[in-house]
C-alpha cells in the first residue's frame, strides 16, 4: 500500500507565502507524475499544477507565475511553494500521485488527504 501525507497548509494574510509538502511512502518502485489539486467550498476540484518524472511542469492559469511545483525523488516527495496568495486561493490542497509499486505493474494514481489553505484578506 501507499500514502501521501500533506503538511504545510494553514492561515495566511494576502500576499504571504506557504510552502506544501507531500511525502509519499509504502511500496514504491517509482513515482512518474506528481500533481497537485485543490476544491474550495462549493466548487469542483482543479488541477493546479503537476510535475513529470523528469521535471516538466504546468500550472493553472490562476496560479501561473506565483506557485512553484517541485520534486525530490530521492524522497519520495512533492512540493509546491505559493507565493502572492490571494484570498481566491482558500481551499483544501490535495496531492496526487502516479505510482508504480513494481516493476511489473503500471502506474496508479494515489491522493493525500488534503491540507486546507487560507488566505484571509
Known amino acids: 500500500q501507499v500514502q501521501l501525507v500533506e503538511s504545510g497548509g494553514g492561515l495566511v494574510q494576502a500576499g504571504g507565502s506557504l510552502r506544501l509538502s507531500c511525502a509519499a511512502s509504502g511500496r514504491i518502485f517509482s513515482i512518474n507524475d506528481m500533481g497537485w489539486h485543490r476544491q474550495a467550498p462549493g466548487k469542483q476540484r482543479e488541477l493546479v499544477a503537476f510535475?513529470?518524472?523528469?521535471?516538466?511542469?504546468n500550472y493553472a492559469d490562476s496560479v501561473k507565475g506565483r506557485f512553484t511545483i517541485s520534486r525530490d525523488n530521492a524522497k519520495n516527495t512533492g512540493y509546491l511553494q505559493m507565493n502572492s496568495l490571494k484570498p481566491e486561493d482558500t481551499a483544501v490542497y490535495y496531492c496526487?500521485?502516479?505510482?508504480?509499486?513494481?516493476?511489473?505493474?503500471?502506474?496508479?494514481?494515489?491522493w493525500g488527504q488534503g491540507t486546507q489553505v487560507t488566505v484571509s484578506s
Open positions: 496526487a500521485a502516479a505510482v508504480v509499486t513494481t516493476a511489473l505493474t503500471t502506474p496508479y494514481t494515489y
Open positions: 510535475i513529470t518524472t523528469g521535471g516538466s511542469t
